[in-house]
């Protein structure tokens, strides 16, 4: 059974770093696009970051870009997340899910085979 599990979450003040990593097992992972997502209280799920499963082209949310990197080791069957700059607006439940269409950050379309758990991330002083 396939299985997504995220980590690195924190608390962390203004400005500070993050990375997350989600690490797959019992699937071929290297052929899914792996997509990072949040949530804060009270909102719908965002997307965040995506990463192709072939030529690794990543895409971002415009609230993230500059900020975030979005990486990915095959080898270890992990996706990261490198967050730089963190602002409270960053304050949510993170995940990753994959699919094996296309990178898409609309959490709401079917076709996400698999989700972790999240991990939570909190900036504030």
């Known amino acids: 059974q396939g299985r997504l599990v995220e980590s690195g979450g924190s608390l962390v003040q203004p400005g500070g770093s993050l990375r997350l990593s989600c690490t797959a097992s019992?699937?071929?992972?290297?052929?899914?696009?792996i997509g990072w997502f949040r949530q804060a209280p009270g909102k719908g799920r965002e997307g965040v970051s995506c990463?192709?499963?072939?030529?690794?082209?990543?895409y971002y949310a415009d609230s993230v870009k500059g900020r975030f990197t979005i990486s990915r080791d095959n080898a270890k069957n992990t996706v990261y997340l490198q967050m730089n700059n963190l602002s409270p607006e960053d304050t949510a439940v993170y995940y990753c899910?994959?699919?094996?269409?296309?990178?898409?950050?609309?959490?709401?379309?079917?076709?996400?085979?698999?989700w972790g758990q999240g991990t939570q991330v909190t900036v504030s002083s």
């Open positions: 899910a994959t699919r094996l269409d296309w990178c898409n950050l609309d959490a709401t379309v079917p076709g996400y085979d698999y």
């Open positions: 990463i192709n499963s072939g030529d690794g082209t990543s």
């Open positions: 019992g699937f071929s992972f290297a052929v899914f696009h």
